[in-house]
């Protein structure tokens, strides 16, 4: 669906949880435990606010999305919280 609906979906998992110094891993700032917890971020960028909006509307709208959202949630670490946010390209 992402790709008929010209959606750029990215899919990054934490592949290292140490820093530099000066720096703090996000795997800290999260509380993921190296053990048995990753992190997952994924990126999804659209045309603008509008295409998004319409993507949302359709992907609710869609039982595949919905059933794919469903087994993705299942993985989710028991009381876990997802972290969203709303970025403006700057580059």
Known sequence: MFEKEEIQYELFR???NTSWEGFENISKLVS???DDED???TIMSYKDKKHRDEFVV??????ECQQ?????AKLLSPDSKVITG???RQL
């Open 58 to 63: 359709k992907m609710s709208n869609d039982k």
């Open 32 to 34: 993921a435990s190296s």
């Open 68 to 72: 794919g959202y469903e087994e993705w």
């Open 14 to 16: 934490l592949a290292v």
């Open 86 to 88: 709303e970025f403006d």
């Open 39 to 41: 992190v997952w971020v």
